[in-house]
């Protein structure tokens, strides 16, 4: 063979051979590529106690277990990579790889994560499971990839239940004049103001230190959160109103989801539904252990009754036409008639 041909063939064989052995072109990885060995930095809001947390520990175990330790997931709790709306932005950039917010502050991102934010939506848990992890839920994730993310399922912040340090909240028209800090999401300012309360958006991060103040008067979460984050110690009056069931959605940067192989790609999917499932039933199980514990530690607790939950509907039900004709007519309509199979309507 002629020197020439000789040296075309060795220059095309060797780098051909480093694809093969180290999986990865310059920046990517081949589909068919051994694991490699990653830091997956991953970052939530709430702290350590809470189920949220818990969840990332069984994610972190389950992808340790599969990876043979070469995917090393390192939890972040209490925002200390930033709120929500921050990490989401970080994974967008490829700063960050993993962040689980609520659905709430991605409606600036993804519009429709926006029905998730209307009240009295889901009945019980079993509902919320259904409509998130069937094709409503999935058509959702489906438009995240665009912004540069990837949205591996849904895990529970749940119901949210509103405090505050004025008085009881056990009718409708008791939310008037409170000063509410919200999520950061048009359809909870535009709902409360309705109900003629003084609706605050901020980041997770600020209530406390809003509610120690007196900036605020009260602020809503799932009973969980109000224990994990001693919102008792400055909100005397917890009023069992339930008035919206909000998902958290586990997100990973689609920059450094496009970098992985599809065996890493299975093992976090995995993960992340088997940790999901997990977190929303320690999730669950929080819920009663969190409302005897806020009760023993003297916050007047009161519930709201179903008619007074009929008021609510009724009073921002042309804020919620205006929302789906918004957020998308028929996703809505597909989501009522997932709803009532569910309900065996
Ligand atoms: C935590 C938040 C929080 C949410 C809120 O990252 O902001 O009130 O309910 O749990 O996502």
């Given at each position: 063979m002629k020197k020439w041909m000789n040296r075309l063939a060795v220059s095309l064989?060797?780098?051909a051979l480093i694809v093969t052995v180290t999986g990865c072109q310059s920046g990517g990885t081949s589909a068919n590529a051994p694991i490699q060995n990653r830091i997956i930095k991953a970052g939530i809001g709430l702290n350590e106690d809470h189920p949220q947390a818990q969840g990332l520990r069984k994610f972190k175990e389950i992808v340790d277990a599969k990876s043979n330790g070469k995917l090393k997931v390192q939890p972040y709790y209490s925002a200390q990579l930033g709120d929500d709306l921050?990490?989401?932005?970080?994974?967008?950039?490829?700063?960050q790889e993993i962040t689980i917010p609520s659905t709430s502050p991605l409606v600036g991102t993804v519009k429709e994560f926006g029905i998730f934010d209307f009240p009295y939506l889901f009945n019980d848990p079993k509902e919320a499971d259904a409509i998130l992890d069937g094709p409503v839920g999935k058509k959702i994730l489906d438009k995240?990839?665009?912004?540069?993310?990837?949205g591996l399922g849904y895990w529970e912040n749940g119901f949210r239940n509103?405090?505050?340090?004025?008085?009881?909240?056990?009718?409708?028209?008791?939310?008037?004049?409170?000063?509410?800090?919200?999520?950061?999401?048009?359809?909870?300012?535009?709902?409360?103001?309705?109900?003629?309360?003084?609706?605050?958006?901020?980041?997770?991060?600020?209530?406390?230190?809003?509610?120690?103040?007196k900036t605020v008067d009260g602020q809503e979460n799932p009973l969980p959160t109000i224990e994990s984050n001693k919102f008792n110690e400055v909100q005397p009056y917890l009023s069992l109103t339930e008035h919206v069931y909000t998902p958290f959605v586990f997100l990973v940067s689609k920059k450094f989801w496009d970098?992985?192989?599809?065996?890493?790609?299975?093992?976090?999917?995995?993960?992340?539904?088997e940790a999901g499932k997990?977190?929303?039933?320690?999730?669950?199980?929080?819920?009663?252990?969190?409302l005897a514990n806020l009760k023993a530690k003297g916050m007047k607790v009161n519930e709201f009754p179903d008619e007074e939950k009929k008021k609510v509907k009724e009073t921002i039900q042309p804020i919620l036409d205006r929302y789906a004709k918004e957020f998308g007519?028929?996703?809505?309509?597909?989501?009522?008639?997932?709803?009532?199979?569910?309900?065996?309507?």
């Amino acid at each position: 063979m002629k020197k020439w041909m000789n040296r075309l063939a060795v220059s095309l064989v060797i780098p051909a051979l480093i694809v093969t052995v180290t999986g990865c072109q310059s920046g990517g990885t081949s589909a068919n590529a051994p694991i490699q060995n990653r830091i997956i930095k991953a970052g939530i809001g709430l702290n350590e106690d809470h189920p949220q947390a818990q969840g990332l520990r069984k994610f972190k175990e389950i992808v340790d277990a599969k990876s043979n330790g070469k995917l090393k997931v390192q939890p972040y709790y209490s925002a200390q990579l930033g709120d929500d709306l921050k990490m989401t932005e970080a994974l967008k950039a490829g700063l960050q790889e993993i962040t689980i917010p609520s659905t709430s502050p991605l409606v600036g991102t993804v519009k429709e994560f926006g029905i998730f934010d209307f009240p009295y939506l889901f009945n019980d848990p079993k509902e919320a499971d259904a409509i998130l992890d069937g094709p409503v839920g999935k058509k959702i994730l489906d438009k995240l990839p665009e912004h540069g993310l990837i949205g591996l399922g849904y895990w529970e912040n749940g119901f949210r239940n509103l405090t505050n340090s004025k008085h009881p909240v056990a009718q409708a028209a008791d939310f008037r004049g409170l000063k509410i800090r919200t999520l950061q999401t048009k359809v909870h300012i535009d709902v409360f103001k309705a109900l003629g309360a003084n609706p605050t958006p901020m980041p997770f991060s600020e209530v406390f230190s809003a509610l120690e103040s007196k900036t605020v008067d009260g602020q809503e979460n799932p009973l969980p959160t109000i224990e994990s984050n001693k919102f008792n110690e400055v909100q005397p009056y917890l009023s069992l109103t339930e008035h919206v069931y909000t998902p958290f959605v586990f997100l990973v940067s689609k920059k450094f989801w496009d970098r992985l192989s599809e065996e890493e790609k299975k093992i976090l999917q995995e993960a992340a539904v088997e940790a999901g499932k997990f977190q929303r039933e320690a999730n669950r199980a929080q819920v009663e252990k969190s409302l005897a514990n806020l009760k023993a530690k003297g916050m007047k607790v009161n519930e709201f009754p179903d008619e007074e939950k009929k008021k609510v509907k009724e009073t921002i039900q042309p804020i919620l036409d205006r929302y789906a004709k918004e957020f998308g007519p028929d996703l809505f309509e597909e989501l009522n008639r997932e709803l009532q199979k569910v309900r065996g309507q």
